[in-house]
Nanobody
Framework: QVQLVESGGGLVQAGGSLRLSCAAS????????MGWFRQAPGKERSLVAA????????YYTDSVKGRFTISRDNTKNTVDLQMNSLKPEDTAVYYC?????????????????WGQGTQVTVSS
């Protein structure tokens, strides 16, 4: 069992920045691929960014490339999402997720554990 707890969401103006953090507990964090997803009202949950177990492979959805950065610290059991140049369309509940795999995982259905989510609201 893995427990994931997100933090760092909030309200920010367009063009601003937020840093989301996901703290993991329960198993050996370094064995897990991690992902950040988001879900806006009336829309499906979608992958924002993913990172493999060591952090040397990352994936970003096109809409956030160049603005968001995913990183992990296996000594602290955390995975962060630095979000810069935020846009109103980034408004959503953001979730972190984990998968017992050393590969980069991009399919939401492959993730095993999910956090409760943190709200990000970007005002125009």
């Amino acid at each position: 069992q893995v427990q994931l707890v997100e933090s760092g969401g909030g309200l920010v103006q367009a063009g601003g920045s937020l840093r989301l953090s996901c703290a993991a507990s329960g198993r050996t964090f370094s064995n897990y691929a991690m992902g950040w997803f988001r879900q806006a009202p009336g829309k499906e949950r979608s992958l924002v960014a993913a990172i493999n177990w060591s952090g040397d492979k990352t994936y970003y959805t096109d809409s956030v490339k160049g603005r968001f950065t995913i990183s992990r610290d296996n000594t602290k059991n955390t995975v962060d999402l630095q979000m810069n140049s935020l846009k109103p369309e980034d408004t959503a509940v953001y979730y972190c997720a984990s998968k017992d795999s050393r590969y980069l995982i991009t399919g939401w259905e492959m993730y095993d554990y999910w956090g409760q989510g943190t709200q990000v609201t970007v005002s125009s």
